[in-house]
């Protein structure tokens, strides 16, 4: 089963809303986890660097304000994407790495649709 | 910045044959990942590589990561319908251990 669980998998929201992201370990603690954001037939774009207890380093080109993440706890990182517009649909995935292993797992990814 | 090309871009494989993917490095690979995807999906851990001249198999699925660590191969064996998706590596950066650069990806389909 999955080890790094992302909610909700699917989310269509109205122009100018915002919406959650959440990420969660499920069997292992992750002081940190990264949040990428993939269209459609392209790869992986790192976007931040989600810290627990700090602030995110976000990655040149990606608005701290627009895309706001928290990390409040071990197993949990959210990623909050703000006054949504239809620019921003897209899939988001996140990740986590178990130090006990040295495995990076990656979330189902979350797709959004802004409408 | 670190880049990685992957290639080929796609391939069309027959079920029963061999295929192999390449990801090449601007730099020094300190950890070279594989996943698979499916279009719209999350991505499936294959393996990590970390030595130079590292192999590592599971299943059908091989992986090699060159002796200078620039290089990665990924190897399938007797290819099967359910190897067909999106094959991505991806690569650590020295400076930060999990924050992953990745390649543009190979989109594999297994015909009958």
Redesign the interface.
Known sequence: GAVVSQHPSRVICKSGTSVKIECRSLDFQATTMFWYRQFPKKSLMLMATSNEGSKATYEQGVEKDKFLINHASLTLSTLTVTSAHPEDSSFYICSARDFRSGELFFGEGSRLTVL | SQELEQSPQSLIVQEGKNLTINCTSSKTLYGL?W?KQK?????I?LM?LQKGGEEKSHEKITAKLDEKKQQSSLHITASQPSHAGIY?C?ADNED??????????TQVVVTP
Do not use: D, R, T
């Open positions: 990942y996943y279009y719209g999906e999350g991505l851990f990590m991505l991806g930060s251990w999990g924050k992953l650069q990745f390649g543009a990806g």
